[in-house]
């Protein structure tokens, strides 16, 4: 019998069931946020792929596992550390212009002692540790998720503990929204397979969220996105009827696109990645469809929870849909999922010859970068393209999405993937890169067979 509660950590989560994927194609939008997603460049996905970059699997994960946004997990309850992993992570997304989003995951007795126990010893310290969170929040938009299933799970707690976790996150949102009075803070909303809409409300309600911007439902877990989304109206409703109105929705659909099942997924490989994450859900009642929980991380069943399993990775994407086109944040040019589109001008400049190429850093850091390469089509209408270009000294190439990379020394040659190489007429693509060194001035040459 599937258990209906979720497991989650920076790493670690679980599930119930599915349905079948939804592309956004970035031009609908609605909710209160606006912007792109910060992908980060540094996660267990990303590491993996470095490290394996002629696994079987590593095209099918790199183009639609690690391309894509997923949110960074803070999970490991360090008081002293806590506020500069904060700051530098959002940092990283602010130098992008991007929207960075964090599952804040360290409160007392978390999991009810399941296979993501752990967290603060004590409230009180609890309080300290988000206290270093809120004051390296920066000052732009971010998404704060809080506490995944510490409102949906209550069996293990008394009726004191419940009131000492509700107050605990009370407390929380509000010194998170005032580090960042632009912070979008959202608390757990269960799903719709686990308590009914009208006693999740009154949960949310007895924990703050009067205060917080909303709530999100299936992280970690496997519900069809039409059902979170029914499930997300009727609480709404349900807090309207409880005097508390203007909250919003965010879902999680990082691996709901596929078949249910038993609530863990490690074993299962019946599922796949869901709607790919944006912001412009075209619903007046959601912010957001987000994967809260990175795909390929284990729920602690088969392997450690929160472990990367290239297995998983690929099992979840391998029978899924292309990354959506255009992209499915709000700026297709600066996404690392975007494909061909077309994008006249008043006065376009088209460049000579069959395509031409530019490419611009959209994060740095000591030691490395995140690039962007924009394709543009020249004359004619290019059947495939490759771009070329050679590298700064100390300068090297670890990871490309929506591209296959081949190098020779410091040459670096770059050759669109079976979806974005037919460009129409004045359209154009973009594929990224994360490399060491630093970025440089290169000249690149766009060539087409």
């Known amino acids: 019998m599937s258990r209906p509660r979720v497991i989650a950590i920076a790493a670690a989560c679980t599930t119930l069931a599915a349905a079948g994927i939804l592309i956004a194609t970035g031009t609908a939008t609605a909710g209160t946020i606006s912007g792109t997603l910060y992908r980060d460049p540094d996660t267990p996905v990303a590491r993996w792929l470095q490290s394996n970059p002629g696994d079987s699997r590593a095209t099918v994960i790199r183009d639609k596992v690690a391309s894509q946004p997923a949110t960074r997990w803070l999970s490991n309850f360090n008081i002293s550390t806590i506020g500069s992993e904060v700051a530098t992570y959002i940092g990283a997304a602010n130098a992008a212009g991007q929207i960075p989003a964090l599952t804040v995951y360290g409160i007392t007795n978390r999991d009810c002692g399941g296979a993501s126990s752990g967290g603060a010893p004590d409230l009180n310290q609890y309080q300290t540790w988000i206290g270093n969170i809120a004051r390296n929040l920066g000052s732009r938009t971010v998404v704060l998720n809080l506490e995944p299933d510490s409102i949906a799970l209550l069996t293990c707690l008394s009726s004191s503990e419940i009131a000492a ?7 929380a949102t509000q010194t998170l929204k005032a580090g960042n009075p632009n912070a979008k803070v959202y608390l757990d909303g269960g799903h ?7 006693e999740q409300a009154s949960r ?28 997300g109206r009727s609480i709404i409703n349900a807090l309207n009827g409880q005097g508390v109105s203007g909250k919003r929705q965010v879902i999680d659909t990082s691996r709901n696109g596929g078949a249910s099942g038993d609530w863990c997924g490690d074993d299962n490989t019946d599922r796949r990645i869901g709607q790919y994450p944006t912001v412009n859900t075209g619903d007046a009642n959601i912010d957001g469809y987000l994967w809260i929980k990175p795909p390929g991380e284990a729920d602690g069943c088969r392997y450690a929870a929160g472990s990367f399993q290239p297995d998983l990775a690929h099992s979840l994407a391998s029978t899924a849909p292309n990354p959506p086109s255009p992209s499915p944040t709000s700026s297709p040019t600066s996404s690392p999922s975007s494909s061909p589109s077309s994008s006249p001008s008043s006065s376009p400049s088209f460049p000579v010859g069959p395509c031409g190429a530019t490419l611009r850093a959209t994060s740095t850091w000591n ?35 929506n591209g296959t990379l081949t190098s020779s020394g410091s040459t670096v040659s770059v050759r669109n993937v079976s979806w974005n190489g037919n460009l129409p007429a004045d359209g154009s693509t973009t594929f990224g890169f994360i490399a060491s060194g630093t970025p440089g001035t290169p000249a690149l040459t766009c060539t087409s067979p």
């Open 165 to 171: 976790r509700n107050q605990a996150l009370r407390t």
């Open 192 to 198: 719709s397979a686990w308590n009914s809409a009208g």
């Open 204 to 231: 949310l309600v007895a924990a703050g969220i009067a205060g917080a911007d909303g709530f999100y439902t299936n992280a970690s877990n496997f519900q069809p996105t039409s059902a979170e989304a029914a499930y």
């Open 367 to 401: 030691g490395g970068y995140q690039g962007e390469v924009k394709v543009q089509a020249g004359s004619g209408t290019p059947g495939g393209w490759t771009v070329s270009w050679t590298l700064p000294s100390g300068s090297s190439i670890n990871q490309v999405w």
